[in-house]
């Protein structure tokens, strides 16, 4: 369900209709509202008392306070990754960064999207550090960061400026460079809240 949820499957301000989902996964409609509550407190749903279940976006406040952790966990994560030298990780973010570059030359958005999402998570899970890791994944769920993603890449520029943030990462991890990893990763997830932000279209929670 939360894949579901994050995935797209059901857009923000959508409903969630218990019957549905009870079919979908072939089960009772108990154990999906112990699911739906689970989602509620990890921020990705909402439940209206005898109203409904709705998918939730951030509001903008949020949006702005979860930037601001993702970019000391990530930053803290890269510097992390650049003191242990993971030789087998720095090879997957090279392949991931031509990649992006080929998909930046041919506007593959989505294709991007993917290479955006594989990239941060090779570096958070190259840190090694488990609680680290942990705490990122329900940051980003809250965050709904691959729906961000898919709107931001829309913004003309973006894809090629995101692949140059992530070059320069990279040369700051292949030079073992903690302090100048860390300060890539920090200015290239800054950079990213930005174009979040900048995000005019209505989103479901208001601008608070």
Known sequence: ?????????????????????????????????????????????EIRPKVGTFVREPTRREIVELFQLKESFEGLAASLLARRGDGAGLQVLGRNVEGSEQAAREQDTDGYARLVHEFHWTIVRGADNRKLAEHYERLMNQLAYHRLVLRTVEHPGRILASTGEHRAVLTMLRNKDPFGAESAMRNHVYASSKEALSDNRPRYGGTA
Do not use: C, W, Y
Not at 2 to 8: A, C, E, S, W
Not at 23 to 29: A, G, Y
């Open 1 to 45: 369900m939360r894949n579901l949820v994050l995935g797209g499957d059901f857009p923000p301000g959508a409903p969630l209709s218990e019957v549905f989902l009870a079919q979908e996964f072939e089960v009772s409609r108990t154990p999906i509202r112990e699911a739906l509550k689970q989602l509620q407190h990890e921020g990705l749903v």
